[in-house]
């Protein structure tokens, strides 16, 4: 008879060795599972800010500095200085953007920093020993594929977590201690510098400069959000449900349903309860998701406006079964 209890007994403590045991393979999986994905991360990161100085790298040496033209931010006065004095571009790049990086450690992180470090050291050491050749002499083709390479640089720097020109980082700065947005600040330094520009050089190569930095800053925007610029829509209607299954089901996009309540409208003051619809798009669905809202509902109040990016969610087409 007391055989039973201790058998029990004995069940017991292997059980919860078992489960101890599985807990413990469980955070040792997890543990290893985020291992391999920060791994995976800086590896990327490493190979988007390599790929950023090359790109950078030959819009310099390929366009830009053959023909005497700058660019914004501090890589335009590393340009403009090296037309005036002929000190090396590798050492005013390091030497110009030092104070920026410092500056982005206390203000941005410590990684952020030692990223973009490592990223202007390799620009300037691209810059100094890679025989990049002169593509053309055409001011045209210079201004806009040079801005072109140059931008991607940039932006591909900015999707490993750094930056090769620190700009931004003096922007991001200011705008804490005076009343101006980055872009504002970021607009009357270049503006100061293609205005020395003009000055220095020929208001002729200040302007194609301009035209370089347009075409750099597109590209960046462009590398930054990519082709399919996202629009937030509001949808209010009632006939919320079905636009809803035509979301789901049509377009194959995810949605969140709001509780709200109708306010004042052609119809005058209503309290009535309304399900407010908001989903995520492409640019180029917009005419699709608007037409097809026309048709359940042609009195529906739309509001668009542009994101600049997404993260989680159903952003991305995925088909959902049909829901009975």
Same mark, same amino acid.
């Given at each position: 008879?007391?055989?039973?209890?201790?058998?029990?007994?004995?069940?017991?403590?292997?059980?919860?060795?078992?489960?101890?045991?599985?807990?413990?393979?469980?955070?040792?999986?997890?543990?290893?599972?985020?291992r391999?994905?920060?791994?995976?991360?800086?590896?990327?990161?490493?190979?988007?800010?390599?790929? /950023?100085?090359?790109?950078? *790298?030959? !819009?310099?040496?390929?366009? +830009?500095?053959?023909? #005497?033209? $700058? =660019? %914004?931010?501090?890589?335009?006065?590393?340009?403009?200085?090296?037309?005036?004095?002929?000190?090396?571009?590798?050492?005013?790049?390091?030497?110009?953007?030092?104070?920026?990086?410092?500056?982005?450690?206390?203000?941005?992180?410590?990684?952020?920093?030692?990223?973009?470090?490592?990223?202007?050291?390799?620009l300037?050491?691209?810059?100094?020993?890679?025989?990049?050749?002169?593509?053309?002499?055409?001011?045209?083709?210079?201004?806009?594929? /040079?801005?072109?390479?140059? *931008?991607? !640089?940039?932006?591909?720097? +900015?999707?490993?977590? #750094?930056? $090769? =020109? %620190?700009?931004?980082?003096?922007a991001?700065?200011?705008?804490?201690?005076?009343?101006?947005?980055?872009?504002d600040?970021?607009?009357?330094?270049?503006?100061?510098?293609f205005?020395?520009?003009?000055?220095?050089?020929?208001?002729?190569?200040?302007?194609?400069?301009?035209?370089?930095?347009?075409?750099?800053?597109?590209?960046?925007?462009?590398?930054?959000?990519?082709?399919?610029?996202?629009?937030?829509?509001?949808?209010?209607?009632?006939?919320?449900?079905?636009?809803?299954?035509?979301?789901?089901?049509?377009?194959?996009?995810?949605?969140t349903?709001?509780? %709200?309540?109708?306010?004042?409208?052609?119809?005058?003051?209503?309290?009535?309860?309304?399900?407010?619809i908001?989903?995520?798009?492409?640019?180029?669905?917009i005419?699709?998701?608007t037409?097809?809202?026309?048709?359940?509902?042609?009195?529906?109040?739309?509001?668009?406006?542009?994101?600049?990016?997404?993260?989680?969610?159903?952003?991305?087409?995925?088909k959902?079964?049909?829901?009975?």
């Open positions: 008879m007391t055989s039973l209890p201790l058998f029990k007994t004995i069940t017991n403590v292997f059980r919860s060795e078992d489960r101890h045991r599985s807990y413990e393979t469980i955070r040792q999986q997890q543990a290893a599972k985020r391999r994905k920060e791994i995976w991360k800086n590896t990327s990161d490493v190979f988007l800010i390599l790929l /950023g100085v090359l790109s950078a *790298g030959f !819009g310099l040496k390929g366009f +830009i500095m053959p023909n #005497g033209f $700058i =660019d %914004g931010g501090v890589m335009g006065i590393s340009l403009l200085t090296n037309s005036q004095t002929n000190i090396s571009l590798s050492l005013l790049i390091i030497v110009f953007n030092l104070p920026f990086l410092l500056l982005g450690y206390r203000q941005i992180s410590k990684i952020f920093s030692i990223k973009s470090i490592m990223a202007i050291t390799v300037a050491i691209a810059v100094a020993i890679i025989p990049y050749p002169t593509m053309t002499s055409d001011k045209l083709l210079v201004a806009v594929f /040079g801005g072109f390479f140059l *931008g991607a !640089g940039i932006g591909l720097s +900015i999707r490993g977590g #750094g930056v $090769i =020109d %620190g700009t931004e980082v003096l991001i700065y200011l705008s804490r201690k005076i009343s101006l947005t980055v872009g600040l970021i607009l009357i330094f270049n503006i100061t510098i205005s020395v520009a003009a000055y220095l050089l020929s208001m002729e190569v200040a302007l194609y400069s301009i035209l370089t930095y347009l075409s750099a800053s597109k590209t960046v925007d462009f590398i930054l959000e990519g082709i399919e610029e996202y629009t937030g829509v509001t949808i209010i209607s009632t006939h919320s449900q079905q636009i809803m299954h035509m979301i789901q089901n049509k377009m194959h996009r995810g949605l349903l709001y509780n %709200g309540k109708k306010g004042f409208g052609k119809s005058g003051l209503s309290n009535q309860n309304i399900d407010i908001f989903t995520v798009i492409t640019r180029l669905e005419n699709r998701l037409a097809e809202i026309e048709r359940i509902d042609p009195q529906a109040f739309i509001v668009m406006q542009s994101i600049k990016d997404t993260r989680g969610g159903m952003v991305r087409k995925i959902l079964k049909e829901q009975h």
